[in-house]
């Protein structure tokens, strides 16, 4: 789809003309991104794209100035991010947010309980299940604040899946990894989208993004410029020239 398609709003997710702005300094201006049941769309672009405000408006940590989203075809634009997590989704955030005085179990049942609200022994085992999926199993007991970069993001993402969430918002999550531990998230994101879970991830890791896209949304200037197969997107000259003034990404 290029970015003067019509948006498919019957999509498990979709953003349709959203704007927003802070002040006088316009973010996004009329974006469009749909995603459907199952696939994993990465969005990329130039620092200061509005990538992450993007994610915010779908996550409804930030409010539309114009626009709608959209979840499974209900219009979710004016409802808060708790009750979109009840809706089924979840996100990830850029720099991890572990609540550090509660251990790594406890984390993960917050997901549970104040994301996908569940109570009793369904918390519990959604967390431990969350836990499990994310390799931190064996961690449980440890405190959030002692946890290294590579676990503290393998939390945020078990915190979100133990919301079980029909769509997954991930904020940068390989940012700061090695490349073995890079390897080893390209695995886990694989396993969580074989899930049926629809995944919408902004990353600047190319390579790590694109093991994993089925589509690549490219944002520059507020603007979406390209909305494709990811070799067709970083073929673009329109993309490569928003990158890098149209040298080699």
């Given at each position: 789809?290029?970015?003067?398609?019509?948006p498919?709003?019957?999509a498990?997710l979709?953003?349709?003309?959203?704007?927003k702005?802070?002040?006088?300094?316009?973010v996004?201006?009329?974006?469009?991104?749909?995603?459907?049941?199952?696939?994993?769309?990465?969005?990329?672009?130039?620092?200061?794209?509005g990538?992450?405000?993007?994610?915010?408006?779908l996550?409804?940590?930030?409010?539309?100035?114009?626009?709608?989203?959209?979840?499974?075809?209900?219009d979710?634009?004016?409802?808060?991010?708790?009750?979109?997590?009840r809706?089924?989704l979840?996100?990830t955030?850029?720099?991890?947010?572990?609540?550090?005085?509660?251990?790594?179990?406890?984390?993960a049942?917050?997901?549970?309980?104040?994301?996908?609200?569940?109570?009793?022994q369904?918390a519990?085992?959604?967390?431990?299940?969350?836990?499990?999926?994310?390799?931190?199993?064996?961690?449980?007991?440890v405190?959030?604040?002692?946890?290294?970069?590579?676990?503290?993001?393998?939390?945020?993402?078990?915190?979100?899946?133990?919301m079980?969430p029909?769509?997954l918002l991930?904020?940068?999550?390989?940012?700061?990894?090695?490349?073995?531990?890079t390897?080893t998230?390209?695995?886990?994101?694989?396993?969580?989208?074989?899930?049926g879970?629809?995944?919408?991830?902004?990353?600047?890791?190319?390579?790590?993004?694109?093991a994993?896209?089925?589509?690549?949304v490219?944002?520059?200037?507020?603007?979406?410029?390209?909305?494709?197969?990811?070799?067709?997107?970083?073929?673009?000259?329109?993309?490569?020239?928003?990158?890098?003034g149209?040298?080699?990404?």
């Amino acid at each position: 789809m290029t970015a003067d398609v019509t948006p498919d709003v019957s999509a498990v997710l979709a953003a349709v003309g959203v704007a927003k702005s802070f002040g006088s300094l316009p973010v996004l201006g009329s974006v469009s991104l749909t995603a459907a049941a199952g696939e994993v769309v990465g969005v990329v672009g130039p620092n200061g794209a509005g990538k992450t405000t993007l994610l915010d408006l779908l996550a409804g940590t930030t409010h539309c100035d114009a626009g709608q989203v959209l979840l499974a075809g209900a219009d979710v634009t004016s409802l808060p991010p708790p009750a979109r997590a009840r809706l089924g989704l979840g996100r990830t955030f850029q720099v991890p947010r572990p609540l550090g005085d509660l251990t790594v179990f406890e984390n993960a049942l917050v997901g549970a309980m104040r994301g996908a609200g569940l109570r009793g022994q369904r918390a519990y085992g959604a967390a431990y299940q969350a836990l499990v999926f994310a390799g931190l199993a064996g961690s449980a007991n440890v405190p959030a604040a002692t946890l290294r970069l590579l676990d503290r993001k393998r939390l945020e993402l078990a915190r979100a899946l133990a919301m079980r969430p029909r769509v997954l918002l991930l904020d940068e999550i390989a940012g700061g990894l090695t490349d073995p531990e890079t390897e080893t998230l390209i695995g886990t994101i694989r396993a969580v989208n074989a899930l049926g879970t629809t995944i919408v991830w902004v990353e600047h890791v190319m390579r790590v993004l694109t093991a994993v896209a089925t589509r690549l949304v490219c944002l520059a200037g507020g603007q979406v410029i390209a909305d494709d197969a990811p070799a067709a997107v970083l073929a673009s000259e329109a993309v490569r020239a928003a990158f890098l003034g149209g040298g080699v990404l």
